[in-house]
């Protein structure tokens, strides 16, 4: 099971390196301003939200030189020496070690960024420390309509990704901290999370595992607080009358649908620990599902 | 006919209600996010739209996190006890007149917020009157996109609801009394037009009818203004002598379109005194048949 | 080959121009909210890029009664006069000559306004010149959403039409200029750009050719900057590999690939002088041939 799954993920991976290329082919510039955003996908993302200019990345010339340079590198370097050199896992463990240290910077600054405008909001600091630390996957959806790919069932809040929940988790610390509730002096605290994250996604490209250290806390979290006794079972009742073809309904609303929602939850939960993480497509199968009931 | 549309609604209605079930499962956080776009949508989209920071209602904490335990016990709480008891006819007419009370309150807020602004400006204080009386509804298309839906054939300009035009009419009311074009004190407005729409939605939801008070007026505008005698044929006439196809245009192309533009609007007014209302679904079908028309 | 082209064109208008006229009869508000996003679009995005409220064009109150009168009598003068009038060759030719003049100023303004924010940053003053004087055309996709149209595969940067290409050039020159590191004054580089564009659009409505001037330049760049010999071979080997039905790949990963890389260039170097204009619909079709050849 676990296999077939990271085979399909890979698969998923090449695909849409596939898709990459084309676009670098058919049209540098749609390519380069893909990359531009994932690049700064987080300034944009936390200027907009503070109502800073979101051009404010392209004045930073050195900057944006640097991303193109690179950018142009990857994809067009001649015998594709920059793309096969970056792709050897000792460079690659390397390069994403340093990646998740500007993590770290990233997240700070946007708490502090959001401490100076909002002093006492904890909202405001974790979200814009959020959004600056993970930016890229947060405004993937129209990253993909830059070049043409537009996948409005998936996005990271639906389903996180490991680097987006890592950076929701520093935001938080990082506004805990700031706003004195977390007793750690700035420094340590940014030391042990840089040396968190950059283990752990060391740990993870070795292992070529994608098991989130949080899964057994998020599956605790998850049991505790969203998945109470028959949640909903007003709603799921209606849901299930409405189906005219179900000539079941005859047990009491209520434990007809504590059954159900058992039923629903449970192959979440057998494949894998975490049941966000586990439940990969049965969003879909759940709406044709429910879509089959109604109709 | 109209018992089978309504019948319609009450399905999409509940086909939605599932979706949100199978969301708030799959993802609490989506489900949160898209709940606070729906509470605080008219801020969010009023402030992109003046240039003020959109993440400020994450500042109002005491706000969030009321919205955010209603939330939290509408979705999760044990036995369903709050969604059972806010269904209740009672308790939601209680609770719809005390929303439509704010509605008030947003949309004079919008209003004045923008007069500060720009002062003599009737259509932003129009806009952002209606954006922030109406945000949730107006920026739909997005806030279905966080839970993974995409509907890009609907929208609330297309198809105002009921909720999004009475808004429309508040705010030109209020921008009207704002620069003194109507000779109202502004409190007696607030109260004339608060009671209207309390009375108007509870008389909605007491007869479970969906007809639109403005049905009449809008209709009669929509006659006046958008459908002249023969309006735009020389476009339909190009359009019709593209379908090579069409063996029957020899009249002049004139007199063609005006019969067939009448028969392109009579569904609309048969079925419904307001055609806005009425061509429910008609644009797909329109498209449908001026794309045969064409090829 | 290119008549076949132009009539497909031709019937994409048609169908365009038809899905506004459903538009206009269903919703006039979503029509004129459409046509005053096009008019205007260029103020709006760049406002949102540079944090300054995108509603500001709604408050030059005589421009956009000007615009919305315009719209009115294109969509709903009786008899149809006001279409089929600036529909005439000569009147079209008139009006778009005064469109392209207005456009010299609308990008010289970005600039100009970019510049006072943004002092030495020659790409903020670039975007943002592009961004107004080609913003109808950069947000078309949203323009279209507020239609109910949604075609997430194109956009303007994946396939720049000609305007958006000679707005490029122009914020480029008009940087250039601001900057001085073109040698030129203003008003002569506004004269000559605007005779430049003018006598341009003439042609090409004379002529009835899309070919565009910039043609000869950007082959030569494309050839020069992204194509060298066997770009990304690792990426495309490792794309191949995946393909287990695929029994042919004996060779050396990177002679293969750049044969590859061949074939798939030829069709567009072939049908045309400028690879991004002839890859028309290449980009779809490379995506399908990817995928089947991972799948």
């Given at each position: 099971m676990r296999t077939s799954r990271e085979a399909r993920t890979h698969?998923?991976?090449?695909?849409?390196?596939?898709?990459?290329?084309?676009?670098?082919?058919?049209?540098?510039?749609?390519?380069?301003?893909?990359?531009?955003?994932?690049?700064f996908g987080g300034a944009v993302l936390s200027g907009i939200m503070l109502a800073?200019?979101?051009?404010?990345?392209?004045?930073?010339?050195?900057?944006?030189m640097l991303a193109s340079i690179i950018w142009y590198l990857v994809f067009y370097c001649p015998m594709d020496v920059v793309y096969s050199c970056a792709a050897?896992?000792?460079?690659?463990?390397?390069?994403?070690?340093?990646?998740?240290?500007?993590?770290?910077?990233k997240v700070l600054g946007g708490v502090t960024q959001a401490h100076n405008k909002y002093k006492?909001?904890?909202?405001?600091?974790?979200?814009?420390?959020?959004?600056?630390?993970?930016?890229?996957?947060?405004?993937?959806?129209?990253?993909?309509?830059?070049?043409?790919?537009?996948k409005p069932e998936t996005n990271e809040l639906l389903k996180m990704s490991y680097p987006t929940k890592v950076t929701l988790m520093g935001a938080v610390l990082f506004a805990l901290q700031q706003t004195h509730y977390l007793p750690l002096?700035?420094?340590?605290?940014?030391?042990?999370?840089?040396?968190?994250?950059?283990v752990n996604k060391s740990r993870m490209m070795l292992t070529g595992s994608s098991s989130s250290p949080f899964a057994p806390i998020e599956s605790a979290l998850y049991k505790t607080l969203f998945s109470g006794h028959s949640p909903y079972a007003a709603l799921t009742a209606e849901v299930r009358k409405a189906g005219t073809d179900n000539g079941t309904s005859t047990g009491t609303a209520c434990h007809a649908t504590?059954?159900?929602s058992e039923k629903n939850r449970s192959p979440g939960q057998k494949n894998s620990s975490s049941p966000v993480e586990g439940e990969e497509g049965s969003l879909k199968a759940k709406e044709a599902e429910d879509s089959k009931k109604i109709n």
């Open positions: 698969q998923n991976r090449l695909a849409a390196l596939a898709g990459a290329l084309a676009v670098s082919r058919v049209s540098p510039l749609a390519c380069w301003f893909s990359s531009m955003l994932y690049c800073e200019p979101p051009v404010a990345p392209l004045s930073n010339g050195t900057g944006v050897l896992l000792p460079l690659r463990l390397v390069l994403s070690a340093m990646k998740e240290v500007t993590r770290t910077w006492d909001s904890l909202l405001v600091m974790i979200a814009i420390g959020w959004a600056r630390g993970a930016g890229g996957g947060l405004i993937s959806n129209f990253e993909q309509l830059v070049r043409g790919v537009w002096q700035k420094h340590h605290l940014m030391l042990f999370y840089t040396i968190f994250i950059v504590t059954k159900e």
